[in-house]
């Protein structure tokens, strides 16, 4: 009966693991043959924790649910002395520090992406750090990325100083130059990139029609004041060949020196730090990057991350388990990775205060991993998942229980009379 109160009580709880009792006997002495003592029976309640509840539709992009195995690992404080707790209760939400918590007051963890937007999983916890995203408020973030979709008017006339061209002679990269010979690109387009202190830098992508389908383009900062002058000569940080296949998609795009490969390292004067810039001009065989058609030349989109970033939005997580920020700009930055714990035996696992369990023995190790990898669920957000108690089932089994001690206490009243037989025999 107790454990059908805790499943009605907790019908609304989110992620809630309905307590199912299951029953054992208990003999007294199974030897005898000629005569039987009653023994009796003992109640076992199982919680079923590998059931999935059902996801049901949220409001706030921060409730989770995970489709599929596993659990959120959280803390129930900010810090590694703290006792972890693993629960798939996702009603999280930001706290007046920042931190997001669940309505059990459970702080999720998670890996803080480099600048790269990687993760490392060494599989400790001791890796993992409480998700908070306030503490991006009023911070810098360098560009790490710049993408365009261009289009290179096929039918441009081929440069007169196509013959001459060598690296860094095109005007956007000439013009910084004391002296030298300066060739006019055929196109040029400038970009916004930022250092790590939030500082604007102007990226001019300059493109000299050669040949047939094929082009030269450079990557220069302008003024070349901005970078070192022996990393990056006059503000060149990169040149490249591009060919176009016959039907105007990229057939290539080769870079050359000097200028390092794609991603390109560009070093600043101003002392600030910078991230390797990728360069994404689509890739060979597409129309989804660079492209040569009849139309004049152009940027149809495209654009540089990074820069100052200011309030917070909105939160957003993908089914990937990657927290990121979206600012009030617009812009958005990637800066957690949610792992999923899962474990050999989840219905082993120890029940805990907060809709939460703790590991133990029976349970058998944990193991974290993204979500979707290696038998992890995946996320999903503006989810919650539902208490896995069937109502009608436990009132159900709250008559069963019912009758059934009913009926066992008949015992008690038919062997009370049986004695009371045995004593009127002597009168």
């Not at 059908?4 to 299951?22: R, S």
């Not at 002679?169 to 130059?177: F, G, I, Q, R």
């Not at 290539?252 to 794609?262: C, E, F, M, R, V």
Request: aromatic letters at 8%.
């Amino acid at each position: 009966m107790a454990t059908v109160a805790d499943n009605i009580t907790n019908i609304n709880t989110v992620a809630y693991k309905g307590v199912e009792a299951q029953f054992r006997t208990l003999v007294t002495d199974g030897r005898a043959s000629s005569s039987y003592s009653a023994g009796g029976v003992a109640a076992s309640p199982i919680a079923q924790v590998s059931k999935q509840g059902l996801l049901q539709a949220s409001g706030s992009t921060t409730d989770l649910a995970i489709d599929g195995n596993g659990f959120f690992i959280t803390r129930s404080g900010t810090t590694e002395s703290d006792p972890v707790a693993y629960t798939r209760a996702g009603s999280f939400k930001p706290d007046e520090e920042g931190y997001l918590r669940n309505s059990s007051g459970l702080y999720l963890y998670g890996w803080r992406l480099d600048a790269t937007g990687k993760a490392n999983n060494t599989g400790s916890l001791d890796t993992l750090s409480p998700v908070r995203l306030s503490d991006l408020v009023g911070t810098a973030a360098p560009t790490t990325k710049v993408q365009a979709r261009i289009n290179l008017q096929s039918d441009a006339a081929i440069s007169s100083s196509a013959a001459s061209y060598a690296t860094g002679t095109m005007a956007a990269y000439s013009a910084n130059a004391s002296s030298g010979t300066k060739i006019e690109p055929t196109f040029t387009r400038p970009f916004t990139i930022y250092d790590a202190q939030g500082g604007s830098h102007q990226l001019n992508m300059s493109f000299l029609k050669t040949d047939t389908n094929e082009w030269k383009m450079e990557a220069v900062v302008v003024p070349a004041s901005d970078v070192d002058a022996t990393a990056n000569p006059n503000g060149l940080v990169g040149s490249a060949t591009v060919e176009f296949n016959g039907d105007g998609s990229l057939k290539a795009l080769t870079w050359d020196n000097p200028g390092a490969d794609s991603p390109l390292d560009i070093k600043y004067t101003n002392g600030a730090d910078y991230q390797p810039i990728d360069i994404d001009l689509g890739s060979p065989n597409s129309i989804a990057g660079i492209t040569s058609f009849g139309q004049p030349s152009s940027l149809i989109s495209g654009g540089a991350d990074g820069g100052v970033l200011g309030n917070i939005a909105s939160t957003e997580v993908s089914k990937d388990g990657i927290v990121s920020a979206i600012f009030d700009d617009g812009s958005t930055r990637k800066v957690f990775q949610l792992p999923i714990a899962t474990f050999a035996n989840p219905n082993g696992l120890t029940r805990v205060s907060g809709n939460a369990y703790s590991a133990n023995r029976q349970s058998g190790s944990m193991t974290m991993n993204a979500p979707g990898e290696l038998g992890a669920g995946k996320l999903s957000s503006n989810t919650l998942e539902a208490s896995t108690v069937d109502l009608a089932g436990e009132f159900t089994n709250m008559i069963r229980f019912q009758r059934a001690y009913s009926a066992s206490s008949k015992i008690i009243t038919t062997v009370d009379d049986m004695l009371r037989e045995v004593s009127d025999l002597k009168r």
